[in-house]
């Protein structure tokens, strides 16, 4: 019931609510399913994230702002936005390396996709929109990610100043800054994840794979590979296969 009127809740359906819409829940015993409920509010504030496209931020809340009701019929839509409600969820109960930031990801997503679905199915024509165009701060990170990309090589913080064309003590107030990490802090986690997507395809020993990112020592890179993850490099390469074989035996 929402207001004065009554709407039947299909199968697979997602239905969104504006705020100040009086509505209530009413369960049909005949027709038993499960229901969940996905409630966000929005505030304006500062961006300090100079990648960030204003635009886009200002046409999400416009459409939002509006909105009262609509329903959301398009089943591939909808399965790919509760597939990422799910996966947000098992992030929240399973916390792990990069959860937070996977969390906003998905959550960023599902916004998007709740505004593309009202303007596709309600027929609400877009804003006229333009993609931002990169600034120096897109150029640095693609260089950036350029560079620790040639991990199994002897990298230091010079090495990347003279590829960004800053000074050392300026390339390192861009990484705090803009990436919030250090030289050494985004190396490792590279290197790690490399090892990482390694140990996942193919059968390289632990030895050939800690030289493979760069580390000489396979005592030192394991070291590191559980200090990041919380498993040692075999029992990472353990679980990931053992996933993968019950993946594909159901």
């Given at each position: 019931?929402?207001?004065?009127?009554?709407?039947?809740?299909?199968?697979?359906?997602?239905?969104?609510?504006?705020?100040?819409?009086?509505?209530?829940?009413?369960?049909?015993?005949?027709?038993?399913?499960?229901?969940?409920?996905?409630?966000?509010?929005?505030?304006?504030?500062?961006?300090?994230?100079?990648?960030?496209?204003?635009?886009?931020?200002?046409?999400?809340?416009?459409?939002?702002?509006?909105?009262?009701?609509?329903?959301?019929?398009?089943?591939?839509?909808?399965?790919?936005?509760?597939?990422?409600?799910?996966?947000?969820?098992?992030?929240?109960?399973?916390?792990?390396?990069?959860?937070?930031?996977?969390?906003?990801?998905?959550?960023?997503?599902?916004?998007?996709?709740?505004?593309?679905?009202?303007?596709?199915?309600?027929?609400?024509?877009?804003?006229?929109?333009?993609?931002?165009?990169?600034?120096?701060?897109?150029?640095?990170?693609?260089?950036?990610?350029?560079?620790?990309?040639?991990?199994q090589k002897e990298l230091t913080l010079e090495m990347l100043a003279?590829?960004?064309?800053?000074?050392?003590?300026?390339?390192?107030?861009?990484?705090?800054?803009?990436?919030?990490?250090?030289?050494?802090?985004?190396?490792?986690?590279?290197?790690?994840?490399?090892?990482?997507?390694?140990?996942?395809?193919?059968?390289?020993?632990?030895?050939?794979?800690?030289?493979?990112?760069?580390?000489?020592?396979?005592?030192?890179?394991?070291?590191?590979?559980?200090?990041?993850?919380?498993?040692?490099?075999?029992?990472?390469?353990?679980?990931?296969?053992?996933?993968?074989?019950?993946?594909?035996?159901?």
């Amino acid at each position: 019931m929402m207001e004065d009127r009554e709407q039947h809740l299909e199968s697979g359906s997602i239905h969104m609510i504006g705020q100040h819409i009086f509505h209530s829940f009413e369960p049909d015993p005949a027709i038993p399913g499960e229901r969940s409920t996905f409630r966000f509010t929005f505030q304006d504030v500062p961006s300090a994230d100079p990648g960030f496209p204003q635009e886009e931020a200002d046409q999400i809340k416009a459409a939002l702002s509006r909105l009262t009701y609509c329903r959301l019929t398009d089943p591939v839509r909808n399965r790919a936005m509760f597939r990422m409600l799910a996966e947000a969820r098992t992030e929240i109960e399973n916390q792990s390396v990069g959860s937070y930031s996977k969390v906003l990801s998905l959550f960023a997503q599902l916004i998007i996709e709740l505004v593309r679905g009202i303007q596709t199915e309600h027929q609400t024509p877009p804003a006229a929109y333009t993609m931002p165009r990169k600034d120096k701060y897109d150029q640095w990170s693609r260089l950036i990610d350029a560079f620790f990309a040639n991990c199994q090589k002897e990298l230091t913080l010079e090495m990347l100043a003279e590829t960004l064309n800053l000074s050392t003590k300026q390339t390192h107030r861009l990484l705090k800054k803009h990436f919030n990490t250090s030289f050494k802090h985004k190396l490792m986690h590279t290197r790690v994840e490399v090892a990482k997507d390694l140990l996942r395809t193919s059968k390289l020993s632990i030895e050939r794979i800690a030289g493979e990112v760069g580390y000489s020592s396979t005592q030192y890179f394991c070291h590191l590979f559980q200090q990041k993850t919380g498993m040692t490099p075999s029992e990472y390469r353990y679980m990931e296969l053992g996933e993968h074989t019950a993946s594909i035996g159901n």
